[in-house]
Structures are given as structure tokens and as C-alpha cells.
């Protein structure tokens, strides 16, 4: 390889499978006495996985090159930054470096480096000239810019831009380690989220249900715009990324949800079930579970499919970036007026609980070319409780089932989950049209 590729550093390491050889393929290439650097890489396969395996990697090449103290700075020369922790596969990375190299320049911050997407060795040697580092993605690059901060007192901006807020507390906290004037970049931030956000065609998401599942960075912040900006109400939050459940927990203590930390697909669907949210914010394994049970999902976080590496620029950080939010999590929501329209008109031909939300015609299509024969009136809707949750063990009444097919279909399963509560601390056997109405005052309140 070296002969081949004449790269200027070489990274040597073993896979799952190679660990179990012990071959010690690092020590082997250290023998080799190349005219580069030979990083050579631990990672315990059995025990961490890939975002921990790119962070150590990263820390290692840091460390291993960035050893040049940084030279006296120039008079009138700007501040400068590195961005830390961009990868190749990273969710949306390519866009978000733009986006916020973009910023940071609007401030008079010039970027030295951007790493480690796209960087050089020769780059990375330059990390230490930097005044401070902006950690994007903390899931690569906290251990490195720690270790920066300890060796050349290089400060970090760890606010993570996502969302209208989150750009502006970053650009805030930026400006300060630079030493200029954030207020110019705040007027003119061009951002349309809040005023779109504060319209009254988004009356309508105040209060949604969401769930939010990812990796720890992209799950939290997410979650702070579907709660802050956008008026929805967080019902779980999760994280796949064991190193950050710390973080997850206090951000879901502080929404008032338990935090679900697991890398159990089952239990992720299990919780979402249980749930019942009216969105999904999560990885494309939560798209899948969402589709299963019937709820309009968004991407917010890898692993991802092709689709989310998409080739117009589609930023999720910065003013741009929160513009992009707003529309990717609406678009899978019945819009308002369709919304009123299923409510007040449910026996309609074409838009009804069963034909889905309009702008999911297709998968409305196959399941009505499915479906054999009419049903009598209340079947389908005992059909839907009965697969929408299993562990119901309470008889709802003829009149009940009837009542309750009334609700919206999004919010159908949370009414049914709150009556059955109810019903089961009463100590009901049946749950009557009563007990549904009692159920709905009681949680009211
Ligand atoms: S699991 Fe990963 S590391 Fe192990 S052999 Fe497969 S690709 Fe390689």
C-alpha cells in the first residue's frame, strides 16, 4: 500500500475478525521503518463501535502529528478556529462545514482547519495554530479536542448549532472566544425558521407528540428545536451511544421524559409503540419501525440510507441549517386543513382514517388494493386497536370502540392508552362511552 498509494501517513489496525488472530499487525508495520508516520490503532471490536472507533482514530492522528507548539501570532492577523470532528458517512457533515465555516467567516473568524474530513496530514501538523476549535460532532472529536486544549490551551465552542437558538448561542459563543461582535451576524441571520415556526399555519404542531431517537449530539438538539421552537412535546429521548448517556439523561430529566439509552432496535420500537407519538425524529431504523406502526417519521441522525446524502446542499446546522429542520419535520405531518377535514368528515370516499395522510398517497393505494371486502362499520376500527397495541387486556364496549373511532387517527392511540390506564386503576372490566369521557377529564386536568 505504501508503495502503491505514496501516502503521507500510514494508519494500521485489525478488524473483529483479525483481533482474534493477534497477528499484532501494528508492531509489524512499525518494523517496516516507513518514511512516514505509522499510527497504530487499538480498537477492541467486541467492546466499542464505529463512532468510538473514529474518535480514537482521530485522537491518535492528533496526537501523533499535531506536536508543533503554535508560532506567535501576526499583528492584525484574524482569529482563527479549527472545525473538529466532520467525517466522510457523517450525517449531513459535507453541508454543515460549509454552513458554518460560512458563519464563522461572516464573524471575521478565518477556519485554519477543518479535519477530519477532508484534512492532510500537513493539516493536521497545523491544528495547534489555532485560537480555539469548534466540536461539531462530539462523537469524534471531544477526546481530540480535549487533548488540544490540555496541550496548547486551545479553548472549544461545544454549543452545537442546530436550530435557530443553537445558532445563535453558538455564534454567541464564538464571537467571545474571538474577541469580536456577534450582533451584526445576529440581525442579518437570513434564517426563515422562526417566522415560519410563528406562523399561524404551524398553530396546528403546537403540542405534537414526538419521539426523538440518534446519536446522543444530534437526539439532544433535536429535541431542544422540537420543544423550543417548534412548540411539539417531547415524549422520549434516546441515545445509541453509550459514552454520551450521561449527557442524554440530564437533557431528559430536564424535558421530563426518561431517557432511553439502548442499542436494542426492538426496544426502541417496543418504547415507540408504547408511546404512541405522532412523529418520530430518529436514524433510518426508526423510519422502519415508524412505517411498521403507522407514524409519520423524519431523519435526524445516522446510521442513514442513501437518501439522506443527498446531492442539493441540505445543511442541518446553522441558519440555513434550521430551515432545513423545519421543513423535513413537517413534511411527514398531516397538514392543518387535512388534518380538520379527517375530524370533521370521516366517512369520505378518499380522505379517511384509513387512506392515511394525502401526501402518502402510494402507501394508502396498496392497502386499499389489499384489502378484500367492506367490513361492517366498527371492525376495522377493533382491528386497528388490536394490532396498534397487544397488551390490552380490557373489554371495550360496541358504544366505547364506536366513540373512540371518532378521534383522529394520530392522537387515536394515545386516547386509547390513557382510557385503559384509567379504566385499570378504577378497577374497570369494561370500558364504557363514560369511562372513555371520565378518562379524557381526568388527564385533562
Ligand atoms: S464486523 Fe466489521 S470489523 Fe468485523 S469483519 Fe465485519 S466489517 Fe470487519
Sequence with gaps: AFERFDPDLMLVGASCTAELIQDAPGGLARALNLPVPT?????????????????????????????????????GAKPSCNILGATALGFRHRDDVIEITRLLNQLGIEVNVAAPMGATA???????????????????????ARWLERQYGQKAVRTIPMGFQATCEFVREAAALAGVDPEPVLSQHGSHMPWWARSVDSNYLTGKRVFVFGDATHAMAAARVAKEELGFEVVGLGCYNREFARDVRACAAELGVEALITDDYLLVEETIAALQPELVLGTQMERHIAKRLGVPCA????????????????????????????????HPLVMGLEEHLLTMFREDFEFNDAAGPSHLGGHAKVEAAAKPAPEPEIAPVAAQIATQETISVLNWSPEATKELSKIPFFVRGKAKRNTERYAAEQGLETISIEALYDAKSHFAR
Design 39 to 75: 499510527i497504530t490503532l487499538e480498537l477492541p471490536s467486541y467492546q466499542k463501535k464505529e463512532n468510538w472507533g473514529a474518535s480514537e482514530t482521530f485522537y491518535q492522528i492528533v496526537r501523533g502529528l499535531a506536536t508543533e507548539a503554535p508560532a506567535p501570532k501576526l499583528e
Design 299 to 330: 431523519v435526524i441522525s445516522a446510521p442513514v440510507h442513501v437518501q439522506d446524502f443527498p446531492a442539493r446542499y441540505a445543511p442541518v446546522m446553522g441558519f440555513e441549517g434550521a430551515n432545513v429542520l423545519f421543513d423535513t419535520w413537517v
Design 122 to 144: 500537513d493539516d493536521i501538523r497545523r491544528l495547534p495554530q489555532a485560537d480555539f476549535n469548534v466540536v461539531l460532532y462530539p462523537e469524534i472529536a471531544d477526546t481530540a
